[in-house]
């Protein structure tokens, strides 16, 4: 059985051991056959560098280490030189430190190509005296390859004043690759982010974003069929389906891809479902995004967002929903193209792991409940499992109840009806269940709808109201939505009251589809 290169980045020494190994050289061909200067963003841990180290390689003209791959016999492998810029490792929390890392970079690129530098202190001249030079001494064009172009930008995403800084020693850096294409043979940029062009990329129009087009799709990543060949002796008796579940989902419109670092941790840990990818990164920005925006938690699985939305990106506009998409939490749904071409996507959660993690999050967020939340959790699961809604209501009564008083007068969002909501659905949420937020018909919206296997419940909010939420579901008929699914139907009315900050009422009504 092969190895698994888990942590291993470096093309070479995955093939010299023998590992397990995706074979992504058909892309690497079609991108060198097709044009010269490329950008791609995917979230962290999902492959970027291997593929980078893979492009190095076959640039340089090792041959021998692609016997067996696609593009063994379909490229020449003239050998090119490579500089190599890498902003992965490090955390880059001082103007200081960026300039100390780009530094290290030049003198690790002039040792390799074996030049000198006269611009020690100018990364600017440096870098194109880099250029240059390796060029003239190599008597052939320059491969430029740059990975986790970002970082020192994302790194200080709540230090505005840094970030911006950050970003304008980076725009100076890559500015340089514009006025040196007579000295290029390919360029390919990767990071987390897209950020605007115009803020970093000044200049440089020939650069195509792949990001999103269909064709590269699963340039990064394992698709289904690569888990039952590639991996089939490391998951010949695991359920496929409940993997799939777990780590599938992203999608750049070609077939749905599994994070990469899932898949191989699952294996390496006795197929032991757990939430892997989340666990290495620090999601807590996203808190500190959500508390500026207030944005409704419950309108994240269903979101929409413009093309332009994803495109400018940058220091002063932060966009929520960009952020969450290009940071691995939502994927893309659907693309929606409108009349005049105009092109909108939805956007979805993509998978369990993000689905319980992202909503643990939210409840530690809404509620502060960081140790008592597992146990409400199970709670509710066996109450609506059940078919317990009284016991609900007693569960959900008790989250509220327990909700600090602080919390409700820190939180800018516990001053909206919609923060009873957002307290439920992130709940449901982290049970792992469908819930649908808003959810649509011909008579108006559902507040929240969750499906399981066999029943479908249908739940109206009322806050300070003597409406009977029941009864406008009745009237709104909104459980004919679901009824040929053939399953049970329950319909739920909830009131809060304000003054209270609880549930003040809970009715429920199977629905007799007779």
């Not at 808190?287 to 929409?304: F, G, H, M």
């Not at 809404?366 to 609900?392: M, P, S, V």
Request: overall charge neutral; glycine content about 6%.
């Amino acid at each position: 059985m092969k190895k698994l290169p888990i942590g291993i980045q470096t093309f070479s020494k995955l093939r010299e051991q023998g590992c397990v190994y995706v074979d992504k050289t058909n892309f690497a061909l079609r991108l060198i056959q097709e044009g010269e200067y490329y950008f791609l963003s995917r979230p962290r841990r999902f492959g970027k560098s291997l593929f980078l180290d893979t492009l190095a390689e076959i640039f340089l003209g090792n041959k021998k280490l692609f016997k067996g791959l696609y593009i063994y016999d379909k490229y020449d492998f003239k050998p090119h030189p490579v500089i190599k810029i890498s902003f992965g490792s490090g955390d880059y929390i001082t103007e200081e430190i960026i300039f100390n890392e780009i530094d290290r970079i030049f003198e690790r690129n002039e040792k390799e190509l074996k030049v000198t530098s006269l611009h020690k202190k100018d990364i600017r001249g440096r870098f194109e005296e880099l250029i240059v030079k390796v060029s003239e001494k190599y008597k052939n064009k320059v491969v430029i390859l740059i990975d986790e172009y970002d970082k020192p930008i994302l790194d200080n995403i709540l230090n505005k004043e840094l970030a911006i800084k950050a970003r304008s020693i980076l725009k100076n850096l890559y500015g340089v690759i514009k006025d040196s294409d007579r000295y290029i043979k390919f360029v390919f940029i990767t990071g987390v982010s897209k950020f605007s062009k115009l803020n970093l990329f000044s200049g440089l129009n020939n650069l195509r974003d792949i990001t999103v087009i269909k064709e590269y799709g699963e340039i990064c990543g394992y698709t289904h069929n690569d888990l039952e060949n590639v991996f089939f002796e490391h998951l010949k008796n695991v359920n496929l389906e409940k993997v799939k579940k777990w780590y599938n989902g992203y999608n750049y419109f070609g077939e749905k891809i599994y994070n990469p670092y899932d898949i191989l941790l699952f294996i390496a840990n006795g197929y032991e479902f757990r939430n892997y990818w989340w666990s290495t990164g620090n999601p807590s920005f996203l808190i500190d995004k959500l508390k500026e925006t207030n944005y409704y938690l419950p309108k994240l699985d269903n979101a929409l967002i413009s093309e332009e939305g994803l495109d400018i990106f940058d220091v002063e506009y932060i966009d929520i929903l960009a952020l969450l998409w290009q940071t691995g939490y939502l994927t893309f749904k659907d693309k929606i193209i409108d009349k005049f071409g105009r092109i909108t996507y939805r956007l979805c959660i993509p998978n369990l792991e993000i689905q319980f993690s992202l909503h643990e999050l939210f409840i530690d967020y809404l509620t502060n409940q960081r140790y008592e939340k597992r146990l409400y959790e199970e709670n509710l699961l066996i109450a609506l499992d059940n078919r317990d809604f009284e016991k609900f209501k007693e569960i959900l009564q008790s989250i509220f109840s327990s909700i600090p008083y602080e919390n409700y007068v820190n939180n800018v969002l516990s001053r909206y009806e919609g923060y009873y909501s957002s307290v439920i659905y992130v709940y449901l949420k982290a049970l792992g269940y469908d819930v649908v937020a808003e959810d649509t018909t011909n008579k108006g919206r559902i507040d929240i709808t969750i499906k399981t296997d066999t029943m479908i419940v249908i739940i109206e909010f009322k806050v300070d109201s003597k409406e009977d939420a029941i009864e406008q579901i009745l009237k709104k008929k909104y459980y004919e939505k679901y009824k040929s699914e053939g399953k049970e139907i329950y319909l739920v009315g909830i009131k809060f009251d304000s003054r209270e900050r609880n549930i003040v009422e809970l009715k429920s009504k199977k629905y007799n589809q007779e």
